[in-house]
């Protein structure tokens, strides 16, 4: 049986205003060092951490060594957890996004199934590579007690709900995990639970 906590990273320039981030690199603000930090307070103070699995952007592996560090635990880089690969939009503001495709930028926001960004990937690229990682986790035998921390990003953390809940592409947008939130997910004998969502009462003082 192994017990997962998905934690999105902490806050970064261009969540607000928004800009499509996918795989650029961006460090914590100090916004979101102070999320992460209570995050590992939060974590550390409930739960025994076998391992933090994080997605290789600066922003996960910043996060996950904060948990890491609170908890005793190792982190690993895990390729699976890597943000949404925007391609040419990344790094884009929605502005300039709708004006170099109207189109395609509308059909994200209604009927992102049908959406491929031009040079990175398409939402069912996402949801496959997001469905490894969850079975790669539920297989992890962390010991009784004992839970495996995902460090990840939004888009891959409605992924592994869509996965868990066995919910259509459709259900991407009705989804949501603010930045250094906790969802918590079970797998007992292989079956997937999700026991909590979207938790961020540990961040009311930050």
Excluded at 92 to 113: G, K, N, Q, V
Aim: net charge negative; charged share 25%; with cysteine.
């Amino acid at each position: 049986m192994t017990r997962i906590l998905m934690v999105r990273h902490g806050h970064v320039e261009g969540i607000e205003p928004p800009r499509f981030r996918g795989r650029r690199e961006l460090p914590l603000t100090a916004l979101g060092q102070r999320q992460a930090a209570a995050t590992a307070a939060r974590i550390a103070a409930g739960v025994e951490v076998a391992a933090v699995w994080t997605s290789p952007l600066q922003r996960c592996v910043e996060t996950g060594r904060a948990i890491a560090e609170a908890t005793g635990a190792k982190a690993r880089v895990v390729e699976a957890l890597n943000d949404l690969d925007y391609g040419d939009w990344t790094w884009l503001t929605h502005e300039a996004a709708r004006a170099a495709d109207r189109d395609l930028y509308d059909r994200w926001y209604s009927a992102p199934a049908s959406v491929r960004f031009p040079g990175g990937e398409s939402l069912q690229d996402l949801v496959l590579r997001a469905g490894d990682a969850l079975r790669l986790a539920a297989a992890e035998g962390v010991g009784e007690g004992r839970v495996l921390v995902l460090v990840t990003h939004d888009s891959v953390g409605r992924a592994v709900l869509m996965q868990a809940l066995d919910q259509p592409l459709s259900a991407y947008r009705r989804l949501v995990m603010s930045p250094c939130s906790i969802t918590e997910i079970d797998a007992p004998g292989g079956h997937v639970q999700v026991l909590g969502v979207n938790a961020t009462e540990h961040l009311e003082a930050v």
